[in-house]
């Protein structure tokens, strides 16, 4: 079962990350980690199934709530031009694959993943309950990686 518990983030698709972590931090009181960019990440949905494709996102520093500005290319999952706001919730898990059939299994629909189903989902994915909100199911393994981030650290792709 998710421990919602475990929830550590609110998804936030806008048009461009700088513009938005310049309006909402300051009002928020938050101040963000590096700005990552990622030109080739690999995202599998069940429409266009595994794809390369940009984006761009930062994290507020300040928890145990982050906030997580996404900027995708158009026609992705992380398009914030046409349809910006509150995107998903992000949960920690030990099992994203176990944890993603299991929802599946509950009537639940996966959206978008790190990986194709045939290749476990990778370390996310993005699960839909027949309600609609979007969960995203996110690897626990990874979050010594984040916690450093968060702190000043690096995180993977950083830009200058």
Not at 12 to 28: C, K, N, Q, S, Y
Not at 61 to 78: D, K, M, S, V
């Amino acid at each position: 079962m998710i421990d919602y518990q475990r929830l550590f983030h609110t998804g936030i698709r806008v048009p461009d990350v700088d513009a938005a972590m310049a309006e909402m931090g300051p009002t928020l009181g938050v101040t963000w980690a590096s700005v990552q960019h990622n030109p080739a990440q690999q995202v599998w949905t069940p429409q266009q199934g595994l794809q390369t494709v940009a984006l761009t996102f930062a994290y507020s520093c300040e928890g145990p709530q982050h906030l997580e500005l996404l900027a995708g290319e158009r026609g992705t999952i992380w398009d914030g031009s046409a349809d910006p706001g509150v995107h998903h919730v992000g949960v920690w898990v030990d099992d994203v694959a176990a944890e993603t059939e299991r929802c599946v299994s509950a009537g639940w629909q996966v959206a978008a993943a790190a990986a194709s189903p045939d290749d476990g989902y990778g370390a996310f994915t993005y699960v839909v309950p027949p309600s609609g909100p979007i969960v995203e199911l996110v690897w626990s393994a990874i979050e010594p990686a984040f916690e450093s981030w968060w702190s000043g650290g690096r995180l993977g792709s950083e830009r200058s």
